[in-house]
């Protein structure tokens, strides 16, 4: 059975980890988090507390991680890498923000969306808010060459969750505009921020190109796994939030793959739950279950392995060292990872 | 009666006229308006499309014009005043397309809001796209001053829009909080588009402070009197869009006024109009009823006039030419213009 396959499969591949990073990147973090903390504040109580509702509950910061790994790796931190680290997670965050209300999710890292506590307002103009706090703090850096990475991954990021916006309900949606939303939505960010910590590094432009190159692959690794792990995984242990795409009808790889392979024999069933958004319970149980039996699931994680190699080559061209392992070891996690 | 005293005061004053700068800056904004056609292009439909409808809407692009307009009186416009000219609009337009969303706005410049035709997700989404192309226009300007008063011009303006709505509701609100709000929402970006335009010019910090006072107090005109001809400026003329504020319950100094010169008398209607938000359609002319008969807005239109003369005060040290003379007219027409 194609969920057997998947697993077994699964368990060949390399355990990666993100635990590594996080130990080596502790002191630089420890700055990142406090300037964070620092520029969030405001006068205006609701600012400092809906940004913090999400910024405290965490995630892995993974994005300015990057920044500072790609700094480390690169000739070394310094207070421009500390600051656009956390240019680049204000960023994200004001993503989160936006997309959350975009939406109209219920759930952010565990804890209840902002705007569902603060309403949609507020938190579309806290979004706004870190946003500018960001651009703040790059100008602080006086790198106007990160600038433009961070400016222009700012504004593809938008474009590409417009572009998912249209693309959505679509079960015929080619696989290369998928690949392009989540480039642009996903990939990009992670692609900037090690760009960036490798130019706030002066690095040279090969060691500047092969980190974004790193950045970008790691990216979209992470973001397919994603669209995996909301069908649940290859296990029966589904996490909290799965079924979210399925159910706002976003056309995700593994959605996309089990149409095309269930063509002339499923056609009315996507199109019922997909296009014309008639959904019962079950219907995610189906699509699943269609997801899996298909395989669909598996050549999802298969690309994703795929650019997670990608991604490890990218760092041929730097010597061995702790921090280039702990990259390497990040590149895996997101294939490998539960959630 | 207040009504007439009000508009004979009115006609006393200084008319004021945008059309001096207009057709002085005729040049400039042919370039300005090119480039935000320009930079308003993506390969997704959506987001030019929507983009289009607010920016062909028109509006008098005041804030690109202060730019344009204070990088000539400080020195002369160049390729890094026409960008920065169309950065200001974007940023503006970003914020509309926010703001919309946030208020449930139904017209913007006379058309349908954009989040009414296309939802709220695209409006959000839209506007995080130009603000971020904002900011690529700034970096290619390679001026990090302009990009530090921009940034700083943006969180700015978000803080202000969070403020107000922590803030409406309250009839009691205190006029140094209503004017930090509209300092925050609107007078900020009249301020830096003015000093951006002065900082692309190359002028000496004298006149880049001097630009940067004008546009607050320029700013601040604009929005007391907007906020005044919310409740149909002095005449039975009423705008269209007449009765919003009131009906969003905002807090702004016509209702302060009134609300407190009729202290001890009308309490119970105020606390049901503004607290309760308990309104029925003759609400809204009552209301007017009182602001104008205790003379509030002939109160909010001298203050306006007030920060007029600090705008025109604020160019004396720039020798007399048609420049000069179209900006001061502008500061009068903040004041006596209709809408």
């Known amino acids: 059975m194609a969920l057997d396959v998947a697993e077994a499969k699964r368990e060949t591949r390399a355990r990666g980890s993100v635990e590594g990073l996080i130990a080596l990147a502790a002191g630089d973090m420890t700055a990142v988090n406090a300037l964070i903390r620092e520029r969030m504040e405001s006068p205006v109580p609701v600012i400092p507390a ?42 994200h965050t004001a993503t989160l923000l936006h997309d959350d209300v975009v939406d109209s999710s219920n759930l952010r890292r565990g804890k209840t969306a902002a705007h569902l506590i603060w309403g949609a307002a507020p938190a579309v103009l806290v979004g706004d808010f ?113 079924g979210d795409d399925f159910r706002e009808g976003k056309a995700t790889l593994p959605l996309l793959l089990a149409v095309a392979r269930t063509q002339g024999r499923e056609d009315a069933f996507w199109r019922r739950v997909v296009v014309d958004k008639e959904q019962t319970d079950a219907d995610f149980k189906r699509a699943r279950e269609l997801i899996l039996g298909t395989g669909a699931l598996e050549t999802t994680f298969d690309l994703a392995a795929e650019y997670a190699e990608a991604a490890k080559a990218a760092l041929a061209a730097f010597e061995d060292g702790p921090w280039k392992t702990a990259l390497q070891d990040l590149a895996d996690f997101a294939v490998s990872r539960a959630a």
């Open 130 to 242: 870190l946003f500018a706090r960001a651009f703040e703090l790059m100008v602080e850096t006086g790198s106007m060459r990160a600038l433009g990475v961070l400016a222009h991954a700012s504004s593809v990021i938008a474009e590409g969750e417009v572009l998912q916006l249209s693309s959505s309900h679509d079960p015929n949606l080619d696989q290369a505009t998928y690949l392009k939303i989540i480039e642009a939505k996903t990939a990009e960010l992670f692609a900037a921020a090690a760009e960036s910590g490798a130019v706030a590094a002066g690095a040279d432009e090969g060691k500047i190109s092969a980190l974004r190159a790193y950045g970008l692959s790691v990216g979209l690794a992470f973001q397919l796994v994603d669209d995996a792990l909301d069908y649940g995984g290859v296990t029966e242990d589904l996490g909290k939030n799965a």
């Open 50 to 91: 809906l940004a913090d509702h999400l910024i405290a509950a965490g995630g892995k910061r993974l994005r300015p991680l990057l920044t500072v790994a790609a700094a480390r790796l690169a000739g070394g931190t310094n207070d421009a890498g500390i600051k656009l680290a956390a240019a680049v997670e204000f960023v």
